[in-house]
């Protein structure tokens, strides 16, 4: 499906790209890298395009007030900067003032950005006081005007939500609300405002929503968001269900940097090792040249990096006793020879989570097979 409009030129785009390769029978989906607060910045996500890239990339969500404040280039600079190399990413806004929207999405174009995502399913707390993010499923007309005002900017606009606030079969009366402003893309997070992350996605709506898009905005394209890990999760999903033109990993990243790569294969710790390195060098250089960084939310990345090997624990542990980039590269200068002398006998000595389970799973069967035989 393209939207066949000069407007949504950037979304045809990435369409036509996921395509390339395939037969025209054999619809590929796009994939994209969730907008995670504190997480997909500049720096993770060019790491995460050396690891595996997907086909579209979105920015931290960024306070729409903020970005129109006098002091906006100083309080946003960070979640709204973008290397000279790479990919232009969606920018994601939220707010609940449309005049503020309109406002913050005006300035996108001047800055690089090609296309403005609204958000409207963040759960935190916070978000919802300032009735934004997945409030905005209990105040439908404030919705549809605020998608209104992101479009004065002549950017495509999309929205990301959930099915629905208390609720997930809500989305039966949120969902057409907002398929009917013509947004060029609806990303839906497979849970309602209530469940956060803790109940299993609701695959079972994935074909009524696509029937509610087909009825009410056919050039509407669907993303789905929700329990899905790797890039082979999401083939089998969009098998499942057809209609699914993109489909959006977020937590998925943290057990498995590798999750968008086409040819799933095994990675070595050299390989993850190396992905550290570029995220302590990327970090360095954001925060010498673009905008003071925290170190500390640096170290929730050590655990993708270093799992399922041994002595991984000890060795996140050191880690997460250090203050600066310098002191994490001499712990790794220092641990990482008596690390690889360790695990030298095993040919697989990275692994995400499923691979570690696996593999501890079929370790147990084998010693109980053992015992049994004696």
């Known amino acids: 499906m393209t939207l066949k409009s000069p ?58 007030s903020s970005m129109v404040h006098p002091q906006a280039k100083f309080s946003v600079q960070g979640r709204l900067a973008v290397a000279e190399h790479e990919q232009q990413p969606v920018a994601q806004i939220w707010g609940s003032h449309p005049e503020e929207i309109a406002g913050a999405a005006k300035k996108l174009p001047s800055m690089g950005y090609q296309a403005v995502d609204i958000n409207m399913g963040c759960p935190d707390s916070s978000v919802i006081k300032n009735n934004a ?26 929205v990301k939500t959930r099915l629905g606030f208390y609720k997930p079969e809500e989305f039966r009366e949120w969902l057409p609300i907002i398929l009917k402003q013509n947004v060029a893309v609806l990303t839906v997070h497979l849970r309602s405002r209530k469940e956060m992350s803790k109940a299993p996605a609701h695959e079972e709506y994935i074909d009524e929503i696509l029937a509610m ?64 390195n570029l995220q302590l060098d990327l970090f360095d250089e954001v925060n010498e040249t673009i ?40 712990i790794l200068s220092q641990e990482l020879p008596k690390v690889y002398a360790a695990v030298a006998h095993d040919k697989h000595v990275y692994r995400d989570n499923q691979a570690a389970s696996d593999d501890m799973a079929a370790a147990n ?8 035989a004696q």
């Open 7 to 64: 407007q949504n030129k950037f979304w045809d785009r990435v369409v036509q790209n996921a395509q390339i390769g395939h037969a025209v029978t054999d619809k590929q989906p796009f994939f994209s890298l969730a907008p995670m607060e504190a997480v997909t910045d500049t720096i993770f996500r060019r790491v995460v395009a050396q690891a595996g890239a997907p086909d579209v990339y979105y920015t931290e969500f960024t306070n729409a």
């Open 365 to 372: 069967a084998a010693k109980l097979e053992s015992s049994l």
């Open 291 to 330: 905008t003071p960084k925290h170190f500390e939310a640096l170290k929730r990345y050590f655990k993708i990096y270093l799992r399922g090997f041994a002595h991984a624990s000890a060795l996140r542990q050191m880690l997460m006793e250090t203050h600066t980039t310098q002191e994490v590269r001499a």
């Open 213 to 276: 898009r087909d009825a009410i905005a056919p050039q509407t394209l669907i993303q789905i968001n929700g329990d899905i890990k790797t890039r082979s999760a999401g083939l089998q999903l969009v098998k499942r269900h057809s209609g699914i033109d993109g489909i959006m990993i977020g937590r998925g990243i943290f057990e498995n940097p590798y999750a968008f790569e086409k040819q799933e294969r095994q990675h070595t710790l050299s390989e993850s090792i190396a992905l550290l």
């Open 133 to 158: 993010g997945s409030a905005l499923i209990r105040t439908p007309d404030l919705a549809s005007e605020i998608v209104a005002a992101a479009k004065l900017s002549g950017l495509p606009v999309s």
